[in-house]
T-cell receptor
Framework: AQSVAQPEDQVNVAEGNPLTVKCTYSVSGNPYLFWYVQYPNRGLQFLLKYITGDNLVKGSYGFEAEFNKSQTSFHLKKPSALVSDSALYFCAVRDRGMDSSYKLIFGSGTRLLVRP | GAGVSQSPRYKVAKRGQDVALRCDPISGHVSLFWYQQALGQGPEFLTYFQNEAQLDKSGLPSDRFFAERPEGSVSTLKIQRTQQEDSAVYLC????????????????FGDGTRLSIL
């Protein structure tokens, strides 16, 4: 069965320091990979995606993610955290098979708290 | 507007009542999805439409849940005889679509409807 794991419920980091939010997945084949961010009482906002090619993907608001096929991981990173980055982050995968639905499978989310 | 619009934003209903949740996708988006997000959890897939065709409803938790998109635009998620376990945020998402299986475009989400069943 397809699954996504976000092993940390919460990540705490000081403003200006680098941040990493971890994600591993278990999906057959080569899935599409996504990161979304959710602010309180809002829907999910797309940050970035991995389709193919370069393992380092750059996205919105200075975020990037590193795809590692051998470790089946897709960790979200940012070189210098901002207090405004504090939010709930979701990793998601989508099967790219021809017979598949487009449905996303999400992890349980990681709360990022950036302290001033 | 430019984004996915959902209404109402909040809905309170008594157990046993029927509710209807509306989603207006981004204009021109072919694919439409419904997800259920329980408190403290990630969204879980409910159902998927391509235009007016409901191609996947494998995530609907029971036959009390019904979704439609009759003209390939606005969609309604209906829950009959609501139960307390139906309390959640219901998210709608849309995306442009090419040939199935080769579409890698991200899904764009609305702000959701928070449903509370008393």
């Amino acid at each position: 069965a397809q699954s996504v794991a976000q092993p940390e419920d919460q990540v705490n980091v000081a403003e200006g320091n680098p941040l990493t939010v971890k994600c591993t997945y278990s999906v057959s084949g080569n899935p599409y990979l996504f990161w979304y961010v959710q602010y309180p009482n809002r829907g999910l906002q797309f940050l970035l995606k991995y389709i193919t090619g370069d393992n380092l993907v750059k996205g919105s608001y200075g975020f990037e993610a590193e795809f590692n096929k051998s470790q089946t991981s897709f960790h979200l990173k940012k070189p210098s955290a901002l207090v405004s980055d504090s939010a709930l982050y979701f990793c998601a995968v989508r099967d790219r098979g021809m017979d598949s639905s487009y449905k996303l499978i999400f992890g349980s989310g990681t709360r990022l708290l950036v302290r001033p | 507007g430019a984004g996915v619009s959902q209404s109402p934003r909040y809905k309170v209903a008594k157990r046993g009542q029927d509710v209807a949740l509306r989603c207006d996708p981004i204009s021109g988006h072919v694919s439409l999805f419904w997800y259920q997000q329980a408190l403290g959890q990630g969204p879980e897939f409910l159902t998927y439409f391509q235009n007016e065709a409901q191609l996947d409803k494998s995530g609907l938790p029971s036959d009390r849940f019904f979704a439609e998109r009759p003209e390939g635009s606005v969609s309604t998620l209906k829950i009959q005889r609501t139960q307390q376990e139906d309390s959640a945020v219901y998210l709608c998402a849309s995306s442009p679509s090419s040939v199935q299986g080769r579409d890698n475009q991200p899904q764009h989400f609305g702000d959701g409807t928070r449903l509370s069943i008393l």
